[in-house]
């Protein structure tokens, strides 16, 4: 018990001075269980990913800084985490998606959902469709992407999301902002 307390605890301030903007901290819980499940045994320290102004002028897409990490163990890169949210039908959900050091996703994990209906998209099993997956490749929603039924607008929301994360990781990249 006292373990997992201490893990809670330093859970809660892992998103710190370097953030512009605020989680729940049922969303930041959501975070550590998930890398702890990634990560075992290792002590995995955030870097915001932080661009000059000359430097974000050369991408294509807007960087938000402080939504976007690297992810090390000591000197040994473990790979990315960015942390967005999407609109749904009324409302807006947030998620992460773990990528690997060579770019492909990881995990995609919804953190925390808003509405009374469209919450399927929270499963796992839904949501493991875009492991392995890179630069946007094979993210078809009704092809690659599985439709939910009465979650499509989520689905849509959240399939675009990532496609579009995908490749714009690929860009940081290619143009030599990531390590």
Not at 40 to 57: C, F, M, R, Y
Not at 127 to 138: A, I, M, P, R, T
């Amino acid at each position: 018990m006292r373990a997992v307390l201490i893990v809670v605890l330093l859970g809660l301030n892992w998103l710190d001075s370097d953030t512009s903007f605020e989680l729940p901290s049922r969303a930041v819980k959501k975070i550590d269980k998930t890398l702890l499940a990634y990560f075992p045994e290792k002590t995995i320290n955030k870097k915001a990913l932080s661009l000059s102004n000359v430097q974000e002028k050369q991408l294509s897409f807007k960087l938000n800084n402080n939504k976007f990490y690297q992810l090390w163990d000591n000197s040994e890169l473990k790979g990315y985490m960015y942390i967005a949210n999407a609109k749904s039908k009324f409302d807006t959900f947030d998620y992460m998606v773990l990528f690997k050091p060579d770019l492909s996703i990881m995990t995609a994990k919804v953190l925390l959902y808003r509405e009374d209906y469209g919450g399927e998209i929270t499963s796992k099993r839904w949501l493991k469709q875009f492991d392995n997956k890179s630069n946007g490749e094979e993210m078809g929603l009704g092809n690659d992407i599985q439709v939910i039924s009465g979650a499509t607008i989520s689905c849509r929301a959240i399939t675009a999301g990532i496609k579009n994360l995908s490749k714009n990781i690929q860009e940081l990249k290619s143009k030599g902002f990531l390590n």
